[in-house]
């Protein structure tokens, strides 16, 4: 089954204690992104990734890190977490421009 | 930066009404325009898409409409029922050379659908 998986769903954490939520697909898609949505904000891109190796910085980067050394892989890593950190996450891939697929969504809460 | 505004942030019809979500666009580039629907505590899903070279695309009750002179796209939906209460996302790619499948999405509109 085509599928976006991420983990954990859900996790509460304290402040500054580091965290990575990792982010699978098996469609062989070369893009891949993370998005955090808030209320009223909608989803806002964090960091994105156009193949192996290549990420840039979305629209709110700060406080985040993402590395890709497979193509199937994207984690998304908070070094020290803050509480406006708390949100939720949906990891993204897609084949060029065409239909993104999200995960399920890791909701976190930074205490 | 690239932006994308959508209106109106919540809208409620009565079943069997039709709803309409607008949204507007500042990258001239953008060829490319997803809807996503997002049930409550469920992931966002395409539920239509337009591209540049057609003004209308329909799928059953729900048709998208692309004016892309005054870079505005349409969401609309018809017949109502309950099961479409959920949040829309409108979309628009980052078009050009650095079109590499980045998304910019609308601030989202809260759907509900009165029996």
């Known amino acids: 089954e085509a599928q976006v998986t991420q983990n954990p769903r859900y996790l509460i954490t304290v402040t500054g204690k580091k965290l990575t939520v990792t982010c699978s697909q098996n469609?062989?898609?070369?893009?891949m992104s993370w998005y955090r949505q808030d209320p009223g904000l909608g989803l806002r891109q964090i960091y994105y990734s156009m193949n192996v190796e290549v990420t840039d910085k979305g629209d709110v980067p700060e406080g985040y890190k993402v590395s890709r050394k497979e193509k199937r892989n994207f984690p998304l890593i908070l070094e020290s977490p803050s509480p406006n950190q708390t949100s939720l996450y949906f990891c993204?891939?897609?084949?060029?421009?065409?239909?993104?697929?999200f995960g399920e969504g890791s909701r976190l809460t930074v205490l | 930066g690239e932006n994308v505004e959508q209106h109106p942030s919540t809208l409620s019809v009565q079943e069997g009404d039709s709803a309409v979500i607008k949204c507007t666009y500042s990258d001239s580039a953008s060829n490319y325009f997803p809807w996503y629907k997002q049930e409550l505590g469920k992931r966002p899903q395409l539920i239509i898409d337009?591209?540049?070279?057609?003004g209308e695309k329909k799928d059953q009750r729900i048709a998208v409409t692309l004016n892309k002179t005054a870079k505005h796209f349409s969401l609309h939906i018809t017949e109502t029922q309950p099961e479409d209460s959920a949040v829309y996302f409108c979309a628009a790619n980052k078009g050009g050379s650095g079109n590499t499948g980045k998304l910019i999405f609308g601030q989202g509109t809260t759907l509900q659908v009165k029996p």
């Open positions: 469609m062989n898609h070369e893009y």
């Open positions: 993204a891939s897609s084949l060029g421009v065409g239909e993104l697929f």
């Open positions: 337009i591209r540049s070279n057609v």
